[in-house]
C-alpha cells in the first residue's frame, strides 16, 4: 500500500508512473485526491485508488513510522465510490479506524480491478476469441 497527500500522480509520467508502483507490488493507493489520468492508470494496473478525507490530513491519519495499516476490500462488494474501512495498527496498540472512499467511478472500472487490471482482461479476451474462432 502506499499513502500519498493531493493530486497523486500530478506530474507523473503518466502510465509509467502506475507501472513502476504496481512492479513494487502495490495493490492499493491512499490518497487525499488524484490526478484524474493518474486514476484511471492504477486502475488499468489493478491498483485500486481509494480517495480519503481532508479532514484526515491533519489529525487521525498522521502516521508514525511503527503503526501498519490494514484495510480489507472484498472484490465482491466492491462498487463505484464504496466505502472502504481503513484500520491503522499504532506502535503503541492503539488501534484507529478512518473511512477512505474507492476512486473508481464506473463498472467498467471495477470490472477491471477484479480482473487485475488491463492486461489480465485484453488476454481473456484474446483467450475467448481465440476459442470461439
Not at 5 to 11: F, I, K, V
Not at 84 to 90: D, F, G, N, S, Y
Not at 104 to 118: A, I, N, R, S, Y
Request: hydrophobic share 45%.
Amino acid at each position: 500500500m502506499l499513502v500519498a497527500g493531493e493530486r497523486y500522480g500530478m506530474g507523473s509520467s503518466r502510465d509509467w508512473a502506475a507501472k513502476v508502483v504496481r512492479l513494487l507490488g502495490v495493490r492499493a493507493v491512499l490518497a487525499l485526491s488524484f490526478e484524474r489520468i493518474h486514476r484511471s492508470n492504477l486502475i488499468g494496473m489493478g491498483i485500486v485508488p481509494l480517495r480519503l478525507s481532508h479532514s484526515l490530513s491533519s489529525g487521525p491519519m498522521r502516521l508514525g513510522a511503527s503503526d501498519r495499516i490494514e484495510l480489507w476490500i472484498d472484490p465482491a462488494e466492491l462498487s463505484p465510490r464504496c466505502p472502504i474501512e481503513v484500520r491503522i495498527h499504532r506502535g503503541d496498540g492503539k488501534v484507529d479506524t478512518v473511512a477512505a472512499v474507492a476512486a473508481v467511478e464506473t463498472q467498467l472500472e471495477v470490472h477491471f480491478l477484479k480482473m487485475g487490471g488491463d492486461m489480465p482482461v485484453i488476454l481473456q479476451r484474446a483467450m475467448c476469441a481465440s476459442d470461439s474462432a
